[in-house]
Structures are given as structure tokens and as C-alpha cells.
């Protein structure tokens, strides 16, 4: 049974609306569904919009950062729980052990790589969750035309595409992330 989902996305604050706004949506949907979010506890960016918007709806949030960047004061200081970890290999080991299923809203290179690691334990069986893409505004689209030329030129296997959803809407991704992929 999923209880708690973590949200991969982006911090940065110079980003077109239509992210902010699934980002919105998303932080309601997992109140909604009394659903927990895990997230990097970023204050700013995206990560900030999912965080709020799934407190504001009463909503839970667990925020996992790295000492260098709680130091930093990069963490929104408003999630319910808060766990701050070593390094950023910590940070994404421990996003993952509390999470029951993972969506990635758009994001720069930190949210690739965490989304990329994270199929990567899934076709090792280091992880068992749903994987979601959520795809807003075609974002993904590069990247996924780039996992399946990974299948047609045989760097993966054929099975390997299902270790990951795709979706378009957070209302999609929220359906999808009770789907099993495995």
C-alpha cells in the first residue's frame, strides 16, 4: 500500500508557470489522497511549490537535505519532518528508503540524475516502488526519446522501459504511482 511519495524536482525559482502550477497541483493531490510527500526540502523552486502546497492542504512533508546544504540555510523550514543527511549519496539512499513510490517534476541536472539513479535501482531490484515521469509540457520528452534509443541501439533490454511510467497531468501521475511497473 503507498503511503508516501517522493517528489523529485527542481529548485530554481526562473522557471515558466506551468511547472509551478503542476508543482501546485501535485502538493494537493498528495494531501488530498493523505498521502505523504518525501522531497530534497528545498526552500525555493519547485521543490518549495509541492512542499507548500501539500502543507497547506494538511498534508505532510518529510524534507531529506545534506549537512552543506542545511548550513547553507537551503531548506524550507515549514515541512513536518526534516532529516538531514551526510552527503547528497545519503540524501537520495534515504528518499528512496521512505518512499513508496517516486514522481519527478521537471528539473535541471540534480533532478535527471536522481531520476536516472533511481530507474537504476529498479532495473537492479534495489528498488521496488512506481517510477512516474511526469511529463509536463513535453519536458521530458528528450529524455525518454533518449531511453528508448537506449533500448533500439540494445544498451537496455526491451523489459527495461517498464521500470517507469510516464504521465502528462499530476492528476495521471497520482493514478499511475498505485500501478506497479515491475
Known amino acids: 500500500m503507498i503511503k508516501t511519495i517522493c517528489v523529485y524536482c527542481a529548485s530554481s525559482s526562473q522557471i515558466n508557470k506551468v511547472y509551478t502550477d503542476a508543482a501546485a497541483k501535485l502538493g494537493c493531490l498528495l494531501a488530498e489522497k493523505d498521502l505523504t510527500c518525501v522531497c530534497g526540502a528545498g526552500r525555493d523552486g519547485l521543490m518549495r511549490t509541492v512542499a507548500d ?58 533532478t535527471m540524475e536522481e531520476l536516472l539513479e533511481i530507474i537504476t535501482w529498479k532495473q537492479l531490484g534495489l528498488y521496488d516502488g512506481t517510477i512516474v515521469i511526469l511529463n509536463v509540457n513535453n519536458y521530458y520528452d528528450p529524455l525518454i526519446q533518449m531511453l528508448k534509443n537506449a533500448v533500439d541501439e540494445q544498451f537496455m533490454r526491451e523489459d527495461q522501459q517498464t521500470a517507469w511510467a510516464v504521465a502528462a497531468t499530476p492528476e495521471e501521475a497520482m493514478g499511475l504511482s498505485f500501478i506497479s511497473t515491475s
Open 53 to 110: 502546497a501539500c502543507l497547506q492542504n494538511d498534508g505532510k512533508v518529510i524534507g531529506v537535505i545534506p549537512r552543506f546544504m542545511y548550513d547553507e540555510g537551503w531548506w524550507n523550514p515549514y515541512l513536518t519532518n526534516l532529516f538531514i543527511t551526510n552527503n547528497i549519496h545519503e540524501r537520495k539512499k534515504k528518499m528512496a528508503d521512505l518512499s513508496d513510490a517516486v514522481i519527478a517534476l521537471p528539473g535541471g541536472c540534480g
